[in-house]
């Protein structure tokens, strides 16, 4: 991904378009805040709206012009599209062909048929991992549902033994692995390496999700004891396909993207020469664009072609992958359209000349913001867009591991005790059968460790990196 650096942005608005006083400047942003989580949760706006009218509130409270605010915010909503907005409807793509296929079910049926009843849970949760690296965390919920239902109903298995797990697994690659929109929208706010972010981030994802999955699982089934609801499980993808993709064709096809970036990551470290042939084939090999274009295009083959889908059912897949995805890219365009409006009225220079005085660390401090969002608003997405762009400024004398754990500290923040006004928290609730009590009681508390468990390692890491 072609990153805007601090610097860049600071370029790019050497003056800031309000003159502004650091105290007005605190109000502005508090204001601005308030506004969108007034209109996402009291008047229940769309968060591209509210994220839109928030950033011109934002203006209108630091002083600035608005046609000057306006301009920031279009600027930053272009420049984050431009950025982040390919990614997303290629990741979007690889996941529609990766369900419509059979290829997600053909995971879920291999990794089943291999594991005991005492290891089910560990299955789960690799399932869950594998199939949320390329899904949309609600799409994979969906994808889920119908294997964690039958695996708890056929073994009779605690719904929250099976659940919470799986749950765990795609909570974690959402908040903590890009080619997710939060992370990569963060990864673009702060400058950081793509390809460092994704290798910390699985690092940190791995004893994160076994903590919050298949070890808490066990506490959320004595707390919540239920069986699988009737009724509740729906037709899965391949039932009515004739054939499917191998386990190893769509894994591999899954993996490819990741492989890519990890790679491209390593020979940076490893030759550390921009004119050395290697590194220039591998930057432009893992650049995230070419890696889930490859993805992409052999996932049309090993997925597509191997379900026996025709061209024209190919073409229609990757024409249907693309219409859910519309207010995503919106929401995060107009989340970069608030985050320059903020660097553009001066909030950057404001933070780094208070946080000279600050005992608090900076990851600890971004992982804190992020959390505030994330409970008042209810949106991951909006908190990590938020929060990443108060602290981007932050970022500008980090080292390359450094700019990678802010951006993991954000995501673990923007995961914090999901409630009421998440939409997650209603799709598990109504999935399961849960009241609101035993939604918190599972769902919620599970949340809030992988948002503790993920800060506490990216700490750690901080200390060693």
């Known amino acids: 991904m072609t990153s805007l650096s601090v610097e860049m942005l600071a370029a790019d608005a050497v003056e800031p378009i309000t003159s502004a006083g650091d105290a007005q400047l605190g109000i502005a942003v508090l204001a601005g805040i308030a506004v969108i989580v007034l209109l996402i949760t009291k ?64 995971i879920v049926d291999t990794i089943l048929a291999k594991a005991s009843r005492r290891s089910m849970p560990w299955a789960m949760v690799l399932i869950a991992s594998i199939i949320g690296l390329p899904l949309f965390f609600e799409v994979g919920i969906v994808l889920l549902i119908p294997v964690v239902l039958m695996v708890a109903k056929r073994g009779n298995y605690s719904l929250m033994r099976i659940g919470i797990p799986a749950l765990a697994g795609l909570s974690v690659m959402h908040g903590l692995v890009p080619p997710h929109p939060g992370p990569l929208v963060a990864i673009d706010a702060i400058g950081a390496n793509l390809g460092v972010t994704l290798a910390l981030g699985l690092v940190v994802a791995i004893p994160t999700v076994i903590i919050a999955g298949p070890l808490f699982s066990k506490y959320a089934a004595r707390w919540v004891d239920i069986q699988a609801p009737d009724g509740m499980i729906p037709q899965r993808a391949s039932e009515d396909l004739e054939k499917r993709p191998s386990f190893a064709a769509t894994v591999s096809t899954v993996l490819l993207p990741v492989v890519l970036m990890m790679g491209k990551a390593l020979v940076d470290i490893v030759v550390d020469n921009p004119e050395n042939g290697v590194q220039r084939v591998a930057d432009v090999v893992g650049s995230p664009l070419i890696a889930l274009l490859a993805a992409v ?101 980090m080292s390359t591991a450094e700019s990678a754990l802010l951006v993991l500290a954000i995501g673990a923040g923007s995961l914090f005790f999901s409630h009421v006004n998440d939409a997650g928290f209603w799709l598990v609730k109504e999935y399961f059968g849960l009241s609101v009590g035993q939604t918190v009681k599972t769902w919620s508390v599970m949340e809030t460790i992988i948002s503790v468990v993920g800060i506490v390692f990216v700490l750690l890491l901080s200390l060693v990196l």
């Open 43 to 106: 008047f229940k706006l769309h968060a591209f709206l509210a994220l839109t009218i928030g950033s011109l509130a934002l203006g209108a409270f630091a002083g600035a012009p608005l046609d000057k605010t306006i301009v920031s915010f279009s600027t930053g909503l272009g420049t984050t599209v431009a950025g982040v907005g390919v990614l997303i409807a290629l990741g979007a793509i690889l996941g529609k062909l990766l369900a419509d296929s059979g290829g997600a079910d053909e």
């Open 297 to 397: 295009i052999v996932g049309m083959f090993t997925l597509g072609r191997a379900a026996g889908f025709t061209k024209e059912l190919i073409s229609t897949t990757v024409e249907k992958s693309l219409v859910p995805i519309a207010g995503v890219l919106l929401i995060v365009g107009a989340g970069g359209g608030f985050k320059t409006t903020l660097i553009d009225i001066g909030v950057g220079q404001m933070i780094l000349d208070l946080s000279k005085n600050w005992a608090i660390p900076t990851l600890l401090l971004a992982w804190l913001i992020a959390v505030a969002i994330r409970l008042a608003t209810g949106s991951a997405t909006v908190a990590t867009i938020s929060a990443a762009g108060l602290v981007a400024p932050l970022a500008a004398d």
